[in-house]
């Protein structure tokens, strides 16, 4: 295993207990009374997944690659976007500065690579991640979102396990749909703190975009297993209870547009309303070609 990604191991590791500290204790007492382990591999078919006759959860580090470059990239261009608005400008190219396009590189390299199954060796050694980077640098809070990120999955995973959900069922997209709620509800029911959810809503949020751009890459319109990502989006964000004109939304639009445009879909925004209507609209967007597909 020599991808860079190996440097945040211990931290994604330790990450369900380290996001939310409140059900720590909780949270062990579970893994114990049910024997839960995590394990990593190089498997490009793997992203996450619970083997429930094993008590196992399982990661690819493909998948955790293109998981740290999303946060990363998002981050970055979110920051930008934000900048670009303080100056009033009424446009915003991603590949506009170095910093931007590097990142948005990166990202793209790897998913691409990853969503047609080719093995790929991290494109570049300007952004990689870095166990103890500086505090406020771009790497800092890249593993921040990040770890926040595969936290939810992991506690996606684990909720499937708490709530005896087997390999085999027909109820695929409910049971998919009750771990989504159960993860969210653990990641931030445990604080009121506006900082704290802001940042586990991102890592969410980064989380449920991963995927959803990887249902665009590989042109995936319907699935027997999983609800659509764009629905897991929306629902998500809702159950985090924060307000439809904060600025998690507003992170969330701006992504979804990014997606949208680099796909060539097309859709009505409703400029008129909150933040979260703005997002519904795009959402609609990707809904509207999955019918069409």
């Not at 020599?2 to 949270?27: G, H, N, Y």
């Amino acid at each position: 295993m020599t991808s860079p990604i190996v440097k945040l191991l211990d931290a994604i590791a330790s990450s369900p207990f380290r996001v939310a500290p409140e059900a720590a204790t909780k949270l062990n007492n579970i893994a114990l009374e049910r024997s839960l382990s995590l394990e990593l591999h190089d498997d490009s078919n793997i992203f996450a997944e619970l083997i429930p006759s094993k008590a196992l959860i399982r990661l690819g580090v493909p998948f955790l690659e293109v998981l740290w470059s999303a946060a990363h990239a998002y981050i970055v261009i979110f920051h930008e976007y934000q900048q670009a608005s303080a100056r009033n400008q009424t446009m915003f190219e991603v590949g506009g500065t170095l910093r931007t396009e590097a990142a948005y590189r990166l990202y793209r390299e790897l998913l691409q690579a990853h969503a047609t199954c080719k093995s790929t060796p991290w494109p570049t050694l300007e952004i990689v991640p870095v166990q103890f980077p500086k505090e406020g640098t771009d790497a800092y809070v890249a593993n921040e979102v990040f770890l926040v990120a595969i936290s939810w999955i992991i506690h996606h995973e684990i909720a499937h396990a708490r709530l005896e959900h087997q390999d085999v069922t027909v109820a695929y997209i409910q049971q998919e749909n009750e771990a989504d709620q159960a993860a969210t509800r653990w990641v931030c029911e445990g604080t009121q703190e506006t900082r704290h959810l802001h940042k586990r809503s991102m890592g969410i949020v980064t989380a449920i975009l991963v995927l959803l751009a990887y249902d665009i890459e590989a042109g995936r319109s319907h699935s027997k297993t999983h609800p659509p990502s764009f629905e897991r989006l929306i629902l998500n964000l809702d159950a985090t209870g924060i307000g439809e004109d904060e600025m998690i939304y507003a992170f969330t639009f701006v992504l979804l547009e990014i997606h949208l445009a680099q796909s060539e879909i097309s859709y009505e925004v409703d400029k008129e309303g909150t933040f979260r209507d703005m997002c519904v609209s795009a959402c609609f967007g990707l809904r509207n070609v999955s019918m069409v597909n």
